[in-house]
């Protein structure tokens, strides 16, 4: 079955730490790839987006995520964490013109 | 540029009754999606619309679920009648074509009891 699986239900990180979230996906072709925020009470907000070209992508509130085909990840990093960025996160995936979701990852930041 | 619009924000209903949500796209964009937010989870689609046709509603519980898109704008999601596994956020998006980034709208928490 086609799907998009994001390993870490919850990850806590210190403020000014690095922080990397994992994604995996299982469609045969590259699809096209997205990383969102969710604040609580609030809609999704798109980070960053890969259709093809430069593997590396860099998106918003300085946010990056790396596709590699050789393993079916494209994994979110930001190098230092705020306070602001505790949020969940979700991966997600084009694929047959479908937008499907990971289960999400909960981001806790601590002073 | 104004974002996508969904109306009411919260609902409480008690179970067997209905109810109906609103959302209005980005101008021009012409696919809408409607997700369900369950409590811990990801969203999932209920139903995407690509202008006013129905591209996938494979997920959709047809017996009690229905949604339109009249004109190829604005949607309505509809339940009836309601579960209390109903309860969720409903989120609505749209994108300027199929496989874009898609932008949401602020969601509406349902509340079966």
């Known amino acids: 079955a086609q799907s998009v699986t994001q390993p870490d239900i919850h990850i806590t990180v210190s403020e000014g730490a690095s922080l990397e979230l994992r994604c995996n996906y299982s469609?045969?072709?590259?699809?096209?790839l997205f990383w969102y925020v969710q604040s609580p009470g609030q809609g999704l907000q798109l980070l960053l987006k890969?259709?093809?070209?430069?593997?590396l992508v860099q998106g918003i509130k300085g946010f990056e995520a790396e596709f590699k085909r050789s393993q079916s990840s494209f994994n979110l990093r930001k190098p230092s964490v705020h306070w602001s960025d505790a949020a969940e996160y979700f991966c997600?995936?084009?694929?047959?013109?479908?937008?499907?979701f990971g289960a999400g990852t909960t981001v806790t930041v601590r002073a | 540029e104004a974002g996508v619009a969904q109306s009411p924000r919260y609902k409480i209903i008690e179970k067997r009754q209905s109810v109906a949500f609103w959302c209005n796209p980005i101008?021009?964009?012409?696919?809408l999606y409607w997700y369900q937010q369950i409590l811990g989870q990801g969203p999932k689609l209920l139903i995407q619309?690509?202008?006013?046709?129905?591209?996938?509603d494979s997920q959709l519980p047809k017996d009690r679920f229905s949604a339109e898109r009249l004109k190829g704008v604005d949607s309505t999601l509809k339940i009836q009648p309601a579960k209390l596994e109903d309860s969720a956020v409903y989120l609505c998006?749209?994108?300027?074509?199929?496989?874009?980034?898609?932008?949401f709208g602020q969601g509406t928490r349902l509340t079966v009891v």
């Open positions: 998006a749209s994108s300027l074509a199929q496989g874009a980034e898609a932008f």
């Open positions: 469609y045969g072709a590259t699809p096209y």
């Open positions: 890969y259709f093809s070209g430069d593997t």
């Open positions: 997600a995936v084009v694929n047959d013109y479908k937008l499907s």
């Open positions: 101008s021009g964009h012409a696919t």
């Open positions: 619309f690509q202008n006013n046709g129905v591209v996938d």
